[in-house]
């Protein structure tokens, strides 16, 4: 009896060891890290929830609730935050930026993105001309329109000339046009007997000398040659350059951006920046990126070497580590089925290229044989309809294969409804940008304004149920922010407030911000972990300005992140919580525009 109750009273104490034990780790496992109170949080859940607190544990999201809920999960370690009844959104995903490339030639850039007037550009340039070294050029790379401008009309190379003198000055609008100024085209060894490249031209007086002006009519390659040949910065300047542009995103509240790769930028050896960064675990955003091939005629061979030493991977746990993952192939696959989106010039027709729809095939046939997601640049409904037709022949060769793996058309501006059900039985997505928002007049100039009304068309897309994911296409056909690009996607004017989309094409407030977050999820395979704040999703979200979902509507592409969180941790604040924003190196080289005018002019 007496060993009986010597038992029993070990076991009782055993199991209230136990007890404790575990108590003591289910404390510690809903113990939230960071808690954000007096909040308006979006969560963006399928109920639309609105709600005041939200809690971080490891790199996601703990709890959202009251203030009172949420605080009970706090302890003397957990960070506090108030956020004085500011909105709380997911973290912005830009699901077609060219961010490494934008990092590698940020510090060397002059931005006119926002500036109000064509006389205030003209002074930036002057400025920075002053400043600018021998041997350096003073660089505005796209990212604007002349219709924000108060006087609704480009440069003339005479104003140009007269801001830069003999400072070589390179001027880029979106892929349609460029300027040099004469120390630029002496530079570069331009003269009345240079040869354009075909499909582009440059551009001639009465007297048949040279305005200075590039065109692509509708080739960009004229524009690609000239930005290639400009002097890069050191690696130190572009590395600096990569941490200063990412910082600039999340200024808007960017935490993800997915990379459509680009012309003149070669994988891996011109995303060291990025690459350095995440080695070193010091990402401030989610990158997923595709590959874009350089060699016109050699696409297959540069995707058959990149496939066999490198491997697409869709764990979103990754980003918690490295923030830098490959995706797939991308957004050109063929060259020769390149569709131009140059509104000031007549639409380019696959027809004219003989060899498009065998490259691309075969292309595509490879992603699909490997595994490869990928996504195709299509500005037209006629491209499309061409290209489909390609997809669904490998669809079929290949026993239905394509259709189970993602991919996508991106840009899709005049896409039709027919065009749309093909894409639908694929099983494929759409990945639209602002690009209208600056060029959408020069459209209605070619296309006239009926076309205008549904392009692309976005309501339509989502009504079908077609997998849509939203971005700008910055850094050159459009601005990297994107306030405007939301802007563009509620109200259907351009940066110039021109009206393009018809009522029945515009989005409420809460459409277009689930295509910025949940929707651009779809188009990296993350739409499990990332675009939501629901319990368990990871962390990254943005403390704005002004409230997105209350404040007029031409007042949106004003708003700015007063805090921009990532995994957990915060990366950006502003106002407030400026003193909670990580150290930023000071901008490399001294000369730098980056220093002075910082990038988008809000």
Request: with cysteine; net charge negative.
């Amino acid at each position: 009896m007496k060993r009986f109750i010597l038992l029993l009273i070990f076991t009782l104490v055993l199991v209230a060891c136990n007890q404790d034990k575990k108590q003591a780790q289910d404390a510690k496992t809903l113990t939230a890290d960071l808690i954000v109170t007096n909040a308006k949080v979006a969560v963006m859940d399928a109920n639309r929830t609105i709600t005041e607190a939200i809690a971080v544990k490891d790199g996601k999201v703990l709890a959202t609730g009251s203030t009172a809920e949420v605080l009970k999960l706090a302890n003397a370690q957990t960070k506090t935050l108030d956020a004085k009844g500011r909105t709380i959104i997911p973290g912005l995903n830009d699901s077609h930026l060219h961010l490494t490339r934008g990092g590698r030639f940020f510090n060397a850039e002059l931005r006119w993105d926002g500036v109000k007037t064509l006389k205030r550009a003209l002074e930036m340039l002057k400025e920075q001309a002053a400043r600018t070294p021998k041997g350096q050029w003073v660089r505005v790379i796209g990212g604007w329109s002349p219709f924000q401008f108060e006087e609704k009309r480009f440069p003339t190379p005479e104003e140009i000339n007269d801001a830069t003198g003999d400072v070589p000055t390179y001027v880029l609008f979106l892929y349609s046009r460029a300027w040099l100024n004469k120390a630029g085209l002496d530079a570069l060894r331009i003269d009345e007997n240079t040869k354009a490249p075909e499909g582009s031209s440059f551009e001639k007086d009465a007297n048949g000398k040279l305005t200075g002006v590039l065109l692509a009519e509708p080739n960009p390659t004229i524009l690609y040659a000239r930005i290639g040949a400009l002097p890069p910065l050191s690696k130190a300047a572009m590395v600096n350059g990569t941490k200063q542009f990412y910082r600039e995103l999340n200024r808007f509240g960017i935490t993800s951006g997915i990379d459509a790769g680009g012309g003149g930028h070669k994988f891996p050896k011109d995303y060291t920046g990025t690459k350095l960064l995440a080695d070193a675990g010091e990402m401030p955003i989610r990158l997923s990126y595709y590959l874009f091939p350089q060699n016109k005629g050699a696409e297959y061979a540069e995707f058959q070497e990149w496939m066999a030493h490198n491997e697409v991977g869709h764990n979103g746990e990754i980003h918690l580590d490295h923030g830098y993952e490959l995706e797939g192939g991308g957004e050109f696959l063929a060259w020769s089925a390149g569709d131009f989106e140059n509104f000031l010039a007549p639409q380019p027709m696959l027809e004219d290229r003989p060899t498009w729809r065998e490259d691309l095939k075969r292309i595509i046939r490879l992603h699909v044989d490997k595994g490869w997601p990928f996504r195709i640049h299509a500005t037209y409904g006629e491209t499309i309809s061409n290209m489909l037709d390609v997809i669904e022949e490998v669809n079929k060769e290949t026993n239905g294969k394509l259709a189970a793996e993602r991919w996508m058309f991106d840009h899709a501006e005049t896409v039709t409804e027919n065009e749309l059900k093909r894409i639908k039985a694929l099983n494929g997505g759409i990945a639209i940008q602002a690009r209208m928002a600056y060029a959408g007049e020069f459209f209605v100039e070619r296309y006239g304004a009926e076309k205008a009304k549904q392009a692309p068309s976005v309501k339509k897309i989502m009504d079908m149920g077609i997998p849509l994911g939203a971005g700008t296409d910055g850094t050159r056909v459009a601005s990297y922010n994107p306030w405007p690009a939301l802007y563009w996607l509620i109200t259907g004017k351009t940066v110039g407030d021109f009206q393009l989309s018809e009522d029945s094409n515009l989005l409420t407030r809460e459409e277009a911000l689930y295509l910025y977050t949940k929707g651009s999820a779809w188009v990296s395979k993350e739409e499990n972990v990332k675009g939501t704040l629901e319990n368990g999703m990871f962390a990254d979200f943005a403390i704005l300005s002004e409230d997105y979902f209350t404040i007029p509507v031409n007042e949106i592409n004003t708003i700015k992140s007063v805090l921009t969180v990532v995994g957990g941790n915060v990366v950006f604040g502003d106002d407030e919580f400026k003193n909670l924003s990580p150290e930023l190196p000071e901008v490399i080289p001294n000369w730098s525009p980056v220093k002075y005018y910082g990038g988008y002019q809000n």
